[in-house]
């Protein structure tokens, strides 16, 4: 439950019932280089949900309900029309999160980012159960891999950067963004998942090696049968990579 309104100096939240144990998980991350799409599509107000997105899996993964929300907005040059648009998909992401949005800021930056530019942040705090945190350890022989979405989001966005990803697939792999995992974080309480992880900037097979190596056991994919946004193979194909694959793909061989 929220406390207050409006204009306070600080967000008050209080600690929803029904927890014998509770444990505050919080999470943060920022859109990056996908603000540089959204401002080529001209369209700012998806990306806000994309932002909750981010941030409400990190916390959801690990078996915690998310309660509340703060973003961080800095412009160039204040554009009321874009801030709006940019709080607005905030304020739906968190709606579709089940989560509040408790407060955030705002920042202008003359000098130091151009008119038309901007970067967004968001913060998110959770609750588990102590004894239901899900650490990513717990993976047993004979355990299935259950993706909720399809892969390639960010070789796709690296494409159109590159003038490579048509503006169907770029269309598409932003309607995965703005898809919250609300549906699969009920099953996973619901259900008792054992091990869960988001897929994010170290991929599927960091993040997987990751659950492997922390649980003893060992992953196996197969490539057919993995679902990737359309475009994703050609994208591949023509020579794309994502900043942080080179990295990703020492991690692994390394390990």
Do not use: W
């Not at 309900?65 to 709080?87: H, K, M, R, T």
């Not at 000098?111 to 970067?119: H, K, L, Q, S, V």
């Not at 259900?191 to 056991?217: I, K, P, Y």
Request: aromatic share 4%; charged share 20%; glycine share 14%.
């Amino acid at each position: 439950e929220v406390l207050g309104d409006i204009g306070g100096f600080g967000g008050l939240v209080t600690l929803p019932e029904g927890y014998e144990r509770p444990v505050l998980v919080s999470s943060t991350d920022g859109v990056g280089t996908k603000a540089m799409v959204a401002t080529a599509a001209g369209r700012f107000d998806t990306i806000g949900i994309d932002l909750v997105a981010m941030c409400v899996d990190d916390v959801v993964c690990q078996g915690a309900e998310p309660l509340f929300f703060l973003d961080y907005i800095s412009v160039g040059a204040l554009d009321p029309d874009q801030v709006e648009a940019l709080v607005s998909g905030v304020a739906e992401g968190c709606r579709q999160a089940g989560c509040a949005l408790v407060g955030g800021e705002m920042a202008e930056h003359p000098g130091a980012m151009a008119p038309g530019e901007f970067d967004l942040v968001g913060f998110v705090v959770g609750v588990a159960e102590r004894d239901r945190i899900l650490t990513g350890e717990t993976a047993r022989v004979g355990d299935v891999l259950i993706l909720t979405k399809r892969l390639a989001t960010g070789l796709l966005v690296s494409g159109r950067r590159r003038g490579q990803t048509s503006a169907d697939d770029l269309a598409g792999a932003i309607d995965g963004m703005r898809t919250l995992n609300r549906a699969a974080a009920e099953v996973l309480v619901a259900r008792n998942v054992r091990g869960a992880t988001d897929v994010t900037g170290f991929g599927l097979l960091g993040h997987g090696l990751e659950m492997a190596r922390a649980s003893g056991t060992r992953f196996v994919f197969e490539a057919a049968l993995l679902p990737a946004l359309s475009g994703a193979v050609e994208a591949s194909a023509a020579g794309v990579e994502t900043g942080g694959a080179a990295h990703n793909r020492r991690f692994v061989l390394s390990s």
